[in-house]
């Protein structure tokens, strides 16, 4: 069968990677793809939300299943768009339509569906421009530190943990009144602050059955011990030593079915992944947030250590037959490493050329934010590449994945060398 993948990121490099993988993938085609998914299929010039686009090449190609990576074209309706067309609605579309898709296309929409089903979360109040008054008598009367999210999509730069009265109501002043963050905070939800050890589970579901994917665990931080600004991932680690059998049976039972029960309930459709952030608080899981793709970097981690035919997982969610396939896991432990432009999250480095990624040794490198240049593959995104690599432990696969990202050289490389110390 004839596959196509939309996207351009790491974890649409490690979803090309595994699925390249499979007999039952003939031809392979990734939209736009970057510099490195080049040797897993073919990567095809379209944006992925030129849906007029993606509906001409996947008519004129013959593809039997896409797979959508980012959450924009999910949250601005390509499954959708896939259904109410006539010669496109018997494709596949692997990642919910619009619906499903809110409960990462808006923070109000998940916060109250997970009130609905009783899922445990941190107590919030959402508030708009009109309630901007009640908004700011709320925060007097919250504990501190707290938590301000917009409610849209804002490039994972929306959500701020406040540990000051004055600076929370400062925040949430330009966030309503000066639209700090566009369109995405024309609503806000303020929310109470979980203290805890994060983590990020991941369910592939056809609506009606689901599987639990292997957990992960990704650091957020630009600096090493965990400091400095937020990015959109620095690494990542699988399994995770402290979701262990008992927590991950809290996690399903409280968390997992009621979520796909929910949407089964509320009549909402949905055939993807559900990513749950969660924080561990003293052994018990509570929901931070969804998503409604899988994340970057656990992708590349979580990847790594599926054994099975992934093709064949996502057809049981194409065919609504999930329950019949078998999902293998391998027992060892995946690590990532991301490797940043110079100046990232801020103002960065861009178009350097990059070297050594054929002088790594045991680990495979998903490229990210690169393009081919003339042949010459160049960094041209804040997160450049993933090196990501499976061994028997956690040491061990920390210490091959810090090694071979250090074998990769362009100006202004960084990485973090203490991804998942915390866990050891």
Same mark, same amino acid.
């Given at each position: 069968?004839?596959?196509?993948?939309?996207?351009?990121?790491?974890?649409?490099?490690?979803? %090309?990677?595994?699925?390249?993988?499979?007999?039952?993938?003939?031809?392979?085609?990734?939209?736009?793809?970057?510099?490195?998914?080049?040797?897993?299929?073919?990567?095809?010039?379209?944006?992925? #939300?030129?849906?007029?686009?993606?509906?001409?090449?996947?008519?004129?190609?013959?593809?039997?299943?896409?797979?959508?990576?980012?959450?924009?074209?999910?949250?601005?309706?390509?499954?959708?768009?896939?259904?109410?067309?006539?010669?496109?609605?018997?494709?596949?579309?692997?990642?919910?339509?619009?619906?499903?898709?809110?409960?990462?296309?808006?923070?109000?929409? @998940?916060?109250?569906?997970?009130?609905?089903?009783?899922?445990? #979360?941190?107590?919030?109040?959402?508030?708009?421009?009109? #309630?901007?008054?009640?908004?700011?008598?709320?925060?007097?009367?919250?504990?501190?530190?707290?938590?301000?999210?917009?409610?849209?999509? $804002? %490039?994972?730069?929306?959500?701020?943990?406040?540990?000051?009265?004055?600076? $929370?109501?400062?925040e949430l002043v330009e966030?309503?009144?000066?639209?700090?963050?566009?369109?995405? @905070?024309?609503?806000?939800?303020?929310?109470?602050?979980?203290?805890?050890?994060?983590?990020s589970v991941f369910v592939?579901?056809?609506?009606?059955?689901?599987?639990?994917?292997?957990?992960?665990?990704?650091?957020?931080?630009?600096?090493?011990?965990?400091?400095?600004?937020?990015?959109?991932?620095?690494?990542?680690?699988?399994?995770?030593?402290?979701?262990?059998?008992?927590?991950?049976?809290?996690?399903?039972?409280?968390?997992?079915?009621?979520?796909?029960?929910?949407?089964?309930?509320?009549?909402?459709?949905?055939?993807?992944?559900?990513?749950?952030?969660?924080?561990?608080?003293?052994? *018990?899981?509570?929901?931070?947030?969804?998503?409604?793709?899988?994340?970057?970097?656990?992708?590349?981690?979580?990847?790594?250590?599926?054994?099975?035919?992934?093709?064949?997982?996502?057809?049981?969610?194409?065919?609504?037959?999930?329950?019949?396939?078998?999902?293998?896991?391998s027992g060892k432990t995946?690590?990532?490493?991301?490797?940043?432009?110079?100046?990232?999250?801020?103002?960065?480095?861009?178009?350097?050329?990059?070297?050594?990624?054929?002088?790594?040794?045991?680990?495979?490198?998903?490229? $990210?934010?690169?393009?081919?240049?003339?042949?010459?593959?160049?960094?041209?995104?804040?997160?450049?590449?993933?090196? @990501?690599?499976?061994? *028997?432990?956690?040491?061990?696969?920390?210490?091959?994945?810090?090694?071979?990202?250090?074998?990769?050289?362009?100006?202004?490389?960084?990485?973090?060398? *203490?991804?998942?110390? *915390?866990?050891?």
């Amino acid at each position: 069968m004839n596959i196509l993948i939309i996207g351009s990121g790491g974890r649409e490099s490690a979803f %090309a990677w595994k699925i390249s993988q499979s007999p039952q993938c003939s031809r392979l085609f990734i939209a736009p793809g970057n510099a490195g998914t080049g040797q897993y299929g073919t990567n095809v010039n379209l944006k992925v #939300t030129d849906f007029e686009g993606i509906r001409s090449f996947v008519l004129s190609n013959g593809i039997n299943l896409v797979l959508v990576g980012p959450e924009e074209p999910l949250v601005k309706g390509i499954h959708d768009f896939f259904l109410s067309d006539e010669m496109l609605r018997s494709i596949p579309v692997i990642g919910p339509q619009r619906h499903g898709a809110q409960l990462e296309g808006s923070k109000d929409f @998940s916060k109250q569906f997970m009130f609905r089903h009783h899922i445990p #979360t941190a107590a919030s109040h959402t508030f708009t421009q009109e #309630t901007l008054q009640q908004g700011l008598d709320y925060l007097t009367t919250a504990g501190l530190p707290i938590v301000l999210k917009a409610d849209g999509l $804002a %490039a994972g730069k929306g959500v701020l943990i406040c540990t000051t009265l004055q600076e $929370a109501q400062q925040e949430l002043v330009e966030m309503l009144t000066e639209a700090k963050f566009g369109e995405a @905070s024309s609503k806000v939800v303020i929310e109470q602050f979980l203290q805890g050890i994060e983590l990020s589970v991941f369910v592939m579901t056809d609506g009606k059955s689901y599987k639990i994917l292997p957990e992960a665990k990704d650091y957020k931080r630009i600096g090493e011990g965990d400091t400095g600004l937020n990015t959109g991932g620095m690494g990542s680690v699988s399994p995770v030593p402290f979701a262990d059998a008992d927590f991950m049976r809290k996690v399903e039972e409280r968390i997992v079915i009621p979520t796909v029960e929910g949407l089964k309930q509320e009549g909402i459709p949905y055939k993807g992944f559900i990513f749950i952030g969660l924080m561990n608080c003293d052994g *018990d899981p509570y929901t931070i947030e969804y998503n409604c793709r899988m994340g970057d970097p656990e992708t590349e981690s979580v990847m790594m250590r599926i054994e099975s035919d992934f093709v064949d997982l996502l057809l049981g969610v194409a065919n609504e037959d999930l329950e019949t396939k078998t999902l293998t896991i391998s027992g060892k432990t995946a690590a990532t490493i991301v490797c940043v432009a110079g100046g990232y999250p801020g103002e960065y480095l861009k178009n350097k050329e990059i070297t050594g990624i054929d002088n790594v040794r045991d680990s495979i490198v998903f490229h $990210a934010g690169t393009e081919l240049v003339n042949d010459v593959v160049k960094a041209t995104g804040g997160r450049v590449l993933a090196v @990501s690599t499976l061994q *028997d432990n956690l040491f061990e696969a920390l210490q091959h994945a810090t090694a071979d990202a250090a074998r990769i050289y362009y100006d202004g490389v960084y990485f973090r060398k *203490d991804i998942g110390f *915390d866990l050891i």
